[in-house]
């Protein structure tokens, strides 16, 4: 069974940086896609960031473009959210997610949660103004 453990969240102060790191189990994690997605008090869960097993594909929310940075260490088993420049807005709960089911969930998009069947925890993440 997949576990994922997040961590590196924290209090911010705005325009300053934050890594979050996804540790995953599982002899198969570089065949897995994973996402980052967030929840901020009284709102929906949203998508955050993606990628494919390989790296080669990285769909991005738009409200994070240019900012944020999602890559992966397969040898590592663990993904990474690297957030520059932050914005209170981007307060929230962040969590990682990984779709271990391969192709029985391929016809969701990288960007639904339906995509992934493999949920963390979460990891606090506070931006301060």
């Known amino acids: 069974q997949v576990q994922l453990v997040e961590s590196g969240g924290g209090l911010v102060q705005a325009g300053g940086s934050l890594r979050l790191s996804c540790a995953a189990s599982g002899r198969t994690f570089s065949t897995y896609c994973m996402g980052w997605f967030r929840q901020a008090p009284g709102k929906e869960r949203e998508f955050v960031a993606a990628?494919?097993?390989?790296?080669?594909?990285?769909p991005y929310a738009d409200s994070v473009k240019g900012r944020f940075t999602i890559s992966r260490d397969n040898a590592k088993t663990t993904v990474y959210l690297q957030m520059n420049s932050l914005m209170p807005e981007d307060t929230a709960v962040y969590y990682c997610?990984?779709?271990?089911?391969?192709?029985?969930?391929?016809?969701?998009?990288?960007?639904?949660?339906?995509?992934?069947?493999?949920w963390g925890q979460g990891t606090q993440v506070t931006v301060s103004s």
């Open positions: 990628i494919t097993w390989s790296g080669g594909t990285t």
């Open positions: 997610a990984a779709n271990s089911l391969g192709m029985a969930t391929m016809s969701f998009p990288m960007s639904s949660p339906s995509r992934y069947n493999v």
